[in-house]
C-alpha cells in the first residue's frame, strides 16, 4: 500500500526541527531512518499529519570517547556502530550484537536512536541500552534532560519522550575491567527479529569470584527486561556450571513474561531463554576470565 | 494533495528534475516517473529486497524512502550495472551462468545488494556471502546457485 499524504519538512538545524515539532506536536513525527516508520505508514498504521525528517541534521551521527563515556549521537546509523572500531573495544557487547538487527540494507539507513525510540520489544538496541547503563539525552524547544535507560523504555512501543521532544544522544559508560561479555539470540531466519535474545556482562573479582553480573532479555516481555535476581545469584561466588544453570532456571521461569507469537510458545520461547542464558553467562565469564590475565 | 516539490535526483549518472508528493516512495519514482522499472516492488515493507538500490553507494530498500529525501543524491538502479548493452556487469553473466535466477523478480534487487559487498570483499567467504544476502528472499531459484554465482562472479571480479 502507499502511505497517507503528508505535510513535509526538512530542517537543517535541531533548533528548526524542535520548534517544527513544537508547533506540530502529536500530529508529527520525526523521519529518521524510516526502516520502522515508513513500513507502518505503507501499511497505514501510522499516518502522522507531518513528517519532520532530521536527516539533513548536521552533526546528530558520531561515536566518540570522553573520559571514559562513549557518546553516540542519534542519527548514528546501525552500520556506522557495526563497523566502529572504537566500540569493537569499548563497548564489544553492543559491537557484537549490531549484525543481529534486520539486513545491511536496513543497517544502512536505520539509526540507533530511531529504534530506541521505536521501542519495540523484540528490538535488539533496547536491551543493550540496559544492560550496558545507558543514559539518552533528549531536549524539546526549551530545555534538555537525561534519562537513564530504565526510565525510558515504559512499555511495548511505548518510552518516556515525550511528544515535543528529540533524542539526540547516548551516553554508556566504557566496559569495566574484568568483564566479560555476551550476546545471543534465536531467530527463525538470519535478521529477523529473534524469539528470544539475551545479554549477559560479567565482571569477575581478582580472587575469583564473580563481582558484577547482569541479564538482560529482549522479546520476553512488553519491553527489555533486567533479570535482577538471577544475576545475583551470582554474585560474591566461585562460577560453576551448576551455579549457571541455577541462575538459567530462574531468570527464565520467574523473571521473564514472554507473549509468544507465531513462530514460538509462550513455553518455547522460557526454554530458549534458559538454553541462550547458559550460554552468553558461560562465554561471558570466559571472557572475564581471559580479560583478567 | 499536499503541496508539490521539486526534486533534483541522480539515477545512474544522470540527473532527473521532477516535481513529487512528498508521499511519492523512491520505488514508485524509479518505476513510474523515470520509467527504470528493473528495481521491483515486492512486499512494500522492507522484508524482500526486491527494491533494493544503491543510494550514495551504499545499499538500501527504495520502498523505506521517500523520492523527497533523495534529493540531491545519486542512486545506482540496475538499469546503470552494465557498460553497454552488448556487455553484462561481470555479476550479471555470473548470475546467468551459474542459473543464480529463474523468474528474475528478485535479481535486481540481489545485484545492487552484492555490488558494495563485492566492492569491499572480493574473497567472500560461504558464510558471507549467505549473511550479505539474507535481506533478499528468493521464491524459486533456491539460494544454492545464487551462492555459486556470487562466487563466481567475486573470483572473476579478483
Ligand atoms: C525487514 C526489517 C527487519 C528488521 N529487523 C530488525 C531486527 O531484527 N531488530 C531490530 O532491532 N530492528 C529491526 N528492524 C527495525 C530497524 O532496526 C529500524 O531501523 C529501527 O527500529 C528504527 O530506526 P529508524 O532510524 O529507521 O527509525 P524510524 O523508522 O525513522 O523511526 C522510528 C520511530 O522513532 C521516532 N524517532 C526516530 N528517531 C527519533 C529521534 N531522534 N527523536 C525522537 N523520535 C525519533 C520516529 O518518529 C518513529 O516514531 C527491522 C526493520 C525492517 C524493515
Ligand atoms: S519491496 Fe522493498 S523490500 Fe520488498
Ligand atoms: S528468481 Fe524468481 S524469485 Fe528469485
Redesign the interface.
Known amino acids: 500500500?502507499?502511505?497517507?499524504?503528508?505535510?513535509?519538512f526538512?530542517p537543517d538545524s535541531i533548533d528548526q526541527a524542535l520548534d517544527l515539532l513544537s508547533e506540530h506536536g502529536d500530529e508529527a513525527r520525526i523521519?529518521a531512518g524510516?526502516?520502522s516508520l515508513?513500513?507502518a505508514m505503507?501499511?497505514r498504521i501510522q499516518q502522522p499529519a507531518v513528517?519532520i525528517?532530521i536527516?539533513r541534521v548536521p552533526d546528530l551521527d558520531y561515536i566518540l570517547e570522553e573520559e571514559n563515556v562513549l557518546r553516540i549521537g542519534a542519527m548514528t546509523r546501525e552500520?556506522q556502530l557495526e563497523f566502529s572500531d572504537l566500540l569493537s573495544q569499548q563497548a564489544p557487547l553492543l559491537h557484537e550484537s549490531v549484525?543481529f538487527i534486520?539486513?545491511?540494507?536496513?543497517r544502512?539507513?536505520g539509526t540507533i536512536g530511531g529504534s530506541l525510540v521505536n521501542a519495540d520489544p523484540a528490538a535488539e538496541l533496547p536491551a543493550l541500552m540496559l544492560a550496558l547503563n545507558a543514559r539518552l539525552k533528549v531536549r524539546n524547544n526549551s530545555q534538555e534532560r537525561w534519562i537513564e535507560a530504565p526510565e525510558f523504555f515504559i512499555g511495548m512501543f511505548t518510552t518516556a519522550l515525550e511528544a515535543d521532544e528529540i533524542l539526540l544522544e547516548i551516553a554508556l559508560p566504557v566496559m569495566a575491567e574484568r568483564t566479560g561479555w555476551s550476546f545471543m539470540e534465536v531467530a527463525p531466519?538470519?535478521?529477523d527479529y529473534a524469539l528470544m535474545g539475551v545479554a549477559a556482562l560479567v565482571t569477575m573479582g581478582e580472587d575469583g569470584k564473580c563481582e558484577g553480573a547482569k541479564l538482560v532479555y529482549l522479546n520476553a516481555g512488553d519491553g527489555p527486561l533486567e533479570a535482577k535476581e538471577a544475576a545475583n545469584i551470582l554474585l560474591g561466588e566461585k562460577i560453576s556450571d551448576d551455579l549457571i544453570q541455577s541462575a538459567a532456571e530462574h531468570g527464565s521461569e520467574h523473571e521473564i513474561t514472554p507473549f509468544g507469537n507465531v513462530h514460538a510458545s509462550p513455553e518455547f520461547q522460557r526454554h530458549l531463554a534458559q538454553v541462550l542464558t547458559k550460554k552468553t553467562l558461560t562465554q561471558a565469564v570466559r571472557r572475564a576470565e581471559e580479560r583478567k590475565q | 494533495?499536499?503541496?508539490l516539490?521539486s526534486v533534483a535526483i541522480t539515477v545512474n549518472n544522470q540527473e532527473y528534475k521532477r516535481e513529487v508528493?512528498?508521499?511519492m516512495?523512491l520505488s514508485?519514482f524509479l518505476r513510474h516517473e523515470l520509467g527504470l522499472t528493473g528495481t521491483h516492488v515486492g512486499c512494500?515493507?522492507?522484508v524482500c529486497?526486491a527494491c533494493?538500490i544503491l543510494?550514495d553507494g551504499?545499499?538500501?530498500?527504495s520502498?523505506?524512502?521517500?523520492a523527497?529525501?533523495a534529493d540531491g543524491h545519486a542512486i545506482r538502479t540496475v538499469e546503470g550495472l552494465s557498460a553497454d548493452e552488448d556487455h553484462l556487469h561481470p555479476i550479471q553473466q555470473a548470475f546467468w551462468e551459474a542459473h543464480g535466477l529463474q523468474c528474475g523478480f528478485c535479481t535486481p534487487g540481489i545485484l545492487m545488494?552484492l555490488i558494495p559487498?563485492l566492492e569491499k570483499n572480493l574473497d567472500p567467504t560461504e558464510e558471507e556471502i549467505?549473511?550479505?544476502l539474507?535481506?533478499?528472499l528468493c521464491r524459486c531459484t533456491g539460494y544454492q546457485h545464487i551462492v555459486d554465482a556470487v562466487k563466481l562472479a567475486a573470483e572473476r571480479m579478483r
Open positions: 500500500m502507499k502511505p497517507a499524504p503528508f505535510e513535509y526538512c523521519l524510516g526502516q515508513v513500513p505503507n501499511f513528517l525528517d536527516n552500520r549484525p534486520a539486513h545491511p540494507q536496513i544502512n539507513r531466519r538470519s535478521g | 494533495m499536499t503541496r516539490r508528493e512528498p508521499r516512495l514508485d512494500e515493507h522492507g529486497g533494493s543510494f551504499e545499499s538500501a530498500r520502498c523505506l524512502m521517500f523527497v529525501q545488494s559487498f549467505r549473511h550479505a539474507s535481506g533478499n
